[in-house]
C-alpha cells in the first residue's frame, strides 16, 4: 500500500484541468490525479481553509464525531467500485468499514489529516487511465452539473 496525503490541489480558471497532486510518504513521489473543476474547487477550498489555520468543516466528519467514532484508516482498493473508497471508523471498540465517494475521503483525509492508503494494484493496473479508474462512477454523475441562471 502506498501512503500518500494530498499536497495541493491545482487549477488555474474555469478552462484548465483541476489535478489532486499526493505525495507518497516513503519516496517522496508525487501521484497526479485530474477531477472535475466543481470536485477539486471543493477540496481546494477545504485544503484552504485547513491551511488558513480554520477548522474545515465536512459533514461526514461531523456525524463520525457525533457518533462517538474515530476514523482509523482511508484506502483505496482495486476491489472497490469503481469512483469509491473505504473509510475505517472505530465505534464502541468496533471496526465498521464505509464506503464512500472517492472525493468524499479526500475530504476526509484533509478534515482529519490523515493519510490515504493506495492499494498497489490501482496505480499499476494499465486498463484505465488512474483519474477514471478513482473518479470515474456516481461521484463524477453528480458532480458533472452546473446549475446557471441570467438574471
Known sequence: ??????????????????????????????????????????????LNQKRSGFVPYFGICALVSQIGATVKKLTVKNDKLLGTAEMLIEIGGRIKEIELFFADVISVSIVEDLPIFFDESVCSRLDLPLDQKILWSRTEDITNYSFETNG
Not at 20 to 41: M, P, Q, R, T, Y
Open 1 to 46: 500500500m502506498y501512503k500518500m496525503y494530498l499536497e495541493d490541489v491545482i487549477w488555474d480558471g474555469k478552462d484548465a484541468p483541476c489535478v489532486l497532486i499526493l505525495k507518497n510518504c516513503e519516496d517522496g513521489g508525487f501521484l497526479s490525479i485530474g477531477v472535475h473543476e466543481s470536485v477539486g474547487f471543493d477540496l481546494r477550498t477545504l
